[in-house]
């Protein structure tokens, strides 16, 4: 048991120096030697916990999106606050998210592109890891309606709407360098307003 904990542990903390090597020097440029070096052990020794940069990477952003979706499901889960503020606490918190790793969405862009480059979907990819908050989302409009704080929306399309939000935020903060993130949040608060039930 101590020995599946001990890797485990180890696994997290290369998982934690890697991501500094790879939002220094760009995925593109990264080798298993940096990666190695930077962790302070051998390019076979990580090999016994990984088998490629890539996957490396990948646990990297799953890493971060399993902590961001577990304060997702908090939050929609506190049946404290009215669903308008949870659905504005849990997309608030997804920006902040994105605006605090900023560097790795910077490196997280042109692994998207190759993975074009190669005939995959980077969509798809981006889809499967944004899936349950959509999901969470779309149940916080659901109790909205339910409790007529929400006038009857198609709740799809509201989704969509919110989440696009959220997706140009993080276009214009990484791609166009434009940190907009306080007047995209107005913007949320006026898409939430649009919504609301009429008293």
Avoid: W
Wanted: net charge positive.
């Amino acid at each position: 048991m101590a020995t599946v904990v001990e890797h485990d542990k180890r696994k997290s903390e290369i998982l934690q120096k890697s991501m500094d090597v790879f939002m220094k020097e760009g995925y593109e440029d990264v080798t298993f030697q940096k990666i190695a070096d930077r962790c302070g052990i051998t390019r076979t020794t990580l090999y016994i916990y990984f088998k490629n940069k890539r996957e490396i990477f990948l646990y990297s952003i799953k890493q971060l999106t399993e902590g961001l979706e577990a304060e997702l499901i908090a939050i929609s889960k506190d049946e404290s606050i009215s669903a308008l503020d949870a659905l504005r606490n849990m997309l608030f918190t997804v920006m902040d998210a994105c605006k605090e790793n900023r560097k790795l969405f910077k490196v997280l862009l042109p692994y998207l592109i190759q993975l074009q480059k190669t005939g995959e979907n980077p969509g798809e990819r981006v889809r499967r890891r944004v899936i349950r908050m959509r999901h969470l989302m779309a149940l916080l409009i659901i109790r909205g309606i339910k409790n007529g704080e929400f006038r009857y929306v198609n709740v799809k399309d509201t989704n969509e709407m919110l989440y696009g939000i959220v997706e140009a935020t993080v276009f214009r903060d990484i791609v166009l360098s434009q940190d907009d993130s306080e007047e995209m949040k107005n913007t949320i608060n006026l898409a939430l307003e649009g919504i609301l039930a009429q008293k």
